[in-house]
């Protein structure tokens, strides 16, 4: 039996023309943490193993249009804490004493807890911002991952 950890942070920004001098973006950020026990079978090279995991983390997502002529101005932001928990299936392969190649497919269900607003600026200047805050649950396999390991 192995305990295992993680701890992830992602940023990701995507702005787009969309001809005519109007413009779109999104901003996306967050991360989590992650910890889990695995059980491997065998003691070969090749070694199929079976694990769970418990984690939390924080997200956050930004969308907005603007015009060319600025007359139009929108935004979107979500944002959500989120707690987890996964099982997982893979097989590793043993490059060296200390370090692994592995492949693995995880099933994860999440509990999401947050808001949406949306902003209008310029656009209408009469409608208010309109915020909701949103709960939610998700099922699914969450991720495959081809992964390479240091153990210490």
Do not use: C
């Not at 002529?69 to 997982?88: H, P």
């Not at 693995?104 to 209008?120: I, K, P, Q, V």
């Amino acid at each position: 039996m192995a305990l295992f950890g993680s701890i992830n942070f992602y940023y990701f920004n995507d702005e787009k023309d969309s001809g005519g001098g109007d413009k779109t973006g999104s901003d996306r950020y967050g991360g989590g943490l992650y910890l889990g026990l695995e059980r491997h079978f065998g003691t070969s090279r090749l070694t199929p193993y079976a694990g769970g995991a418990i984690g939390a983390g924080y997200s956050n997502q930004i969308n907005n249009t603007e015009s060319a002529d600025n007359e139009i101005s929108n935004e979107t932001e979500k944002a959500s804490t989120y707690a987890s928990v996964q099982g997982k299936l893979g097989v590793e392969f043993w490059l060296t004493k200390r370090f692994s190649l592995a492949g693995e497919y995880r099933l994860t269900a999440t509990y999401d807890d947050g808001w949406s607003e949306s902003r209008y600026n310029n656009y209408e200047p009469h409608r208010p911002s309109t915020r909701y805050d949103t709960t939610s649950w998700r099922v699914g396999v969450s991720s495959s991952a081809l992964l390479l390991s240091i153990y210490f």
